[in-house]
């Protein structure tokens, strides 16, 4: 999952970087902050120094020293006001301009704090949902694993309203790149902790709240729609959802919107170019199919919409989709011929008409002229 929410000492993660909410002079101080410089050691303090301080919102980047993370980001967070002196713009600012640098670093992994939350007096509701929001965009267009690093418990309760109204957030505008728990995430009233992978975690090794197994039985108890299928079978089949949507020829945004939407209805071509991507058996493609919406596009504005059959082969048989006033039908093929207009099981019955045809030229039953 590239975001996740986890409990941890942020000086013990094993990222690639690790975000320092530092004070203006880069030189050390309290909380977060004081506890990277101990841990990372007097070459850090000494590389600080160099730097030239560093603005409110910005951020620059140094060595992580005798920290398990390669190099730390340090952004100097807003101190709080009443929310009016531009303090989410400069908090924004911070995630962006972090975010750059590790991106520019080619960091696969970083690990934020809740910046500004502390004794810089920022609500903490509210600084969580500028992080997630500031990392959930930048995650549409990039490929990294991003954790936000939550260390005392105690101080980080948020209501459960606030946890649902973060998950919603998440859904709406990011897609996970092959994640165990993406199937929790798509609106199943399920508490917070499973929808955004809140872990417990002990040296970056985080463990589920919520059991997997736990979590397996609720899906069988309900339909799956056609996202959650989607997904389940991408999981199934060893991919990234990069990979599947790249190969079905499928742009990102549509499939982030397949993603977040559990009641997304695609559209026929939309379900054929996944089936073939994933390379489906027929049993497995015809249980897709069922989750697949009917389009009313004709092909020319002076026609109307053609009333076309679709045919779906493999070695082990075929099957013909049509589309009806009731919806989609999904017939077998035993002829594995395609066919369009009339209804497809008024042609297997017409079949019945030729049964006594035969491939051999007919013999002369009339005789000749003596």
């Keep these: 999952m590239?975001?996740?929410?986890?409990?941890?000492?942020?000086?013990?993660?094993?990222?690639?970087?690790?975000?320092?909410?530092?004070?203006?002079?880069?030189?050390?101080?309290?909380?977060?902050?004081?506890?990277?410089?101990?841990a990372a050691g007097s070459g850090l303090l000494a590389e600080c120094r160099t730097l030239g301080g560093c603005?409110?919102?910005?951020?620059?980047?140094?060595?992580?020293?005798?920290?398990?993370a390669k190099y730390v980001i340090h952004t100097v967070g807003p101190i709080y006001n009443d929310g009016k002196h531009g303090e989410k713009a400069l908090l924004e600012s911070c995630y962006r301009e972090s975010l750059a640098l590790a991106?520019?670093?080619?960091?696969?992994?970083?690990?934020?704090?809740?910046?500004?939350?502390?004794?810089?007096?920022?609500p903490k509701d509210q600084a969580l949902k500028v992080a997630i929001d500031v990392i959930s965009d930048f995650l549409l267009e990039n490929e990294m694993k991003v954790y936000i690093v939550i260390f005392d418990k105690a101080a980080y309760k948020i209501s459960e309203k606030l946890?649902?109204?973060?998950?919603?957030?998440?859904?709406?505008?990011?897609?996970?790149?092959?994640?165990?728990?993406?199937?929790?995430?798509?609106?199943?009233?399920?508490?917070?902790?499973?929808?955004?992978?809140?872990?417990?975690?002990?040296?970056?090794?985080c463990k589920a709240i919520m059991p997997e197994e736990d979590l397996d039985a609720k899906l069988r108890q309900i339909d799956e729609s056609f996202s959650q299928m989607l997904l389940r079978k991408?999981?199934?089949?060893?991919?990234?959802?990069?990979?599947?949507y790249k190969k079905a020829n499928i742009n990102r945004k549509l499939f982030s919107k397949i993603r977040s939407d559990i009641n997304y209805r695609p559209s026929k071509p939309t379900v054929l170019a996944f089936a073939i991507a994933l390379e489906l058996p027929l049993e497995e493609a015809k249980d897709m199919l069922s989750g697949m919406n009917l389009t009313d596009t004709p092909f020319s504005d002076r026609l109307?919409?053609?009333?076309?059959?679709?045919?779906?082969?493999?070695?082990?048989?075929?099957v013909t989709l049509e589309s009806t006033v009731h919806g989609i039908r999904v017939h077998e093929n035993p002829a594995g011929v395609l066919t369009n207009?009339?209804?497809?099981?008024?042609?297997?019955?017409?079949?019945?008409?030729?049964?006594?045809?035969?491939?051999?030229?007919?013999?002369s039953s009339f005789s000749l002229p003596s």
């Design 2 to 38: 590239p975001l996740e929410i986890v409990r941890n000492d942020i000086t013990k993660m094993k990222v690639d970087a690790i975000v320092n909410a530092a004070n203006e002079s880069l030189l050390g101080g309290g909380g977060v902050d004081g506890a990277i410089h101990r």
């Design 163 to 205: 946890f649902s109204d973060i998950a919603e957030y998440i859904d709406d505008n990011y897609v996970d790149e092959h994640t165990d728990y993406r199937r929790e995430s798509m609106r199943m009233n399920m508490p917070m902790q499973a929808s955004i992978g809140m872990f417990e975690a002990d040296l970056c090794e």
């Design 341 to 363: 207009n009339p209804p497809f099981d008024q042609q297997l019955l017409r079949l019945s008409e030729y049964v006594h045809l035969s491939p051999r030229q007919p013999e």
């Design 103 to 122: 991106k520019e670093q080619n960091c696969e992994t970083v690990a934020f704090p809740l910046i500004s939350s502390g004794v810089y007096g920022y």
């Design 234 to 244: 991408i999981d199934e089949k060893g991919l990234k959802d990069s990979q599947c």
């Design 55 to 68: 603005k409110t919102g910005k951020a620059k980047i140094t060595g992580g020293y005798n920290l398990p």
């Design 304 to 318: 109307p919409a053609a009333q076309l059959h679709w045919i779906i082969a493999d070695r082990t048989g075929a």
